[in-house]
């Protein structure tokens, strides 16, 4: 499957993945972010139930400690 | 455009800042000075002596509440700016009362999970409101790695993305106001679209 993460075309040798599935195969390890997938939010709750298809558009950001 | 017919566009908004720490006192004090019209303001904090290494407050103001300091600092600078202030401690359930009708909200909190609440909560409690966060500002130096991204229409990130705060490695004035003014600059931004 391909997925357009960070408006960058990812490659996945499977049909489909959670997103929590994602974090691990990516190695993201920052344990605070916000997460879109084709403009929706998905609360974190959700990670483990929400699937990452073929097409799909994941936008990803990383919320660091500071201000 | 000359700066008048700017401040008589920008007067008609409503920007709700959420924390009054590093980027919520710089970046309300770079919209005051632009002719935002109406500042909605939350926090929950003191002034303390070390928040002047990066804050918009005073040696005189340690001790007060934040809102009431950064409120009495913002109308020194322009009189005429209309301030909300909350002194509460936002969560899930405060935040679309406190920030309903605000055309943009400043993510200006120092925790990561904070930020990450606030977002969550905006994103879903106030769709439409636009979200411009800071994220990544620690240490010094290192100019080029502060960027902008409009992820979408609704929600926009300033700073590195990567450098976290921490005891050992604070985030201090020079590159906290970089990215409190680059969220001020989104606003306007923002906002001068709806014009």
């Not at chain 2, 002719?35 to 407050?57: C, H, M, W």
């Not at chain 2, 960027?147 to 590195?160: A, M, Q, S």
Request: hydrophobic share 45%; with cysteine.
């Amino acid at each position: 499957m391909k997925i357009i993460l960070n408006n960058r075309e990812e490659e996945f040798g499977r049909e489909a993945m959670t997103i929590n599935e994602m974090l691990i195969l990516k190695k993201y390890s920052f344990r605070m972010r916000i997460i879109k997938v084709n403009g929706e939010l998905i609360p974190r709750e959700k990670y483990d139930s929400t699937i990452i298809q073929d097409g799909d558009k994941i936008q990803m950001l990383y919320l660091m400690s500071g201000g | 455009m000359r700066f008048p017919e700017i401040e008589n566009n920008l007067k008609k908004f409503r920007v709700g800042i959420a924390g009054a720490g590093g980027l919520g006192s710089n970046c309300a004090a770079s919209l005051a000075r632009t002719g935002v019209g109406t500042l909605v303001i939350a926090d929950f904090d003191k002034v303390e002596p070390l928040n002047l290494s990066r804050q918009y407050y005073f040696i005189d103001q340690v001790g007060m509440l934040k809102t009431i300091a950064l409120k009495e600092n913002l109308l020194h600078i322009r009189p005429e700016i209309n301030i909300v202030t909350h002194q509460v401690k936002l969560n899930r359930g405060n935040i679309p009362l406190l920030f309903a009708g605000c055309d943009v909200i400043v993510e200006a909190f120092d925790a990561a999970d904070m930020k990450e609440m606030l977002i969550e909560t905006v994103q879903m409690e106030l769709p439409g409101i636009p979200v411009v966060v800071g994220s990544g500002m620690a240490g010094w130096g290192n100019t080029e790695a502060l960027r902008f991204r409009e992820i979408d229409k609704t929600l926009y990130v300033c700073g590195d993305e990567l450098s976290e705060a921490s005891d050992d490695s604070p985030a201090l004035a020079p590159r906290v106001g970089i990215v409190a003014n680059m969220q001020a600059n989104t606003v306007v931004e923002i906002l001068m679209r709806k014009v």
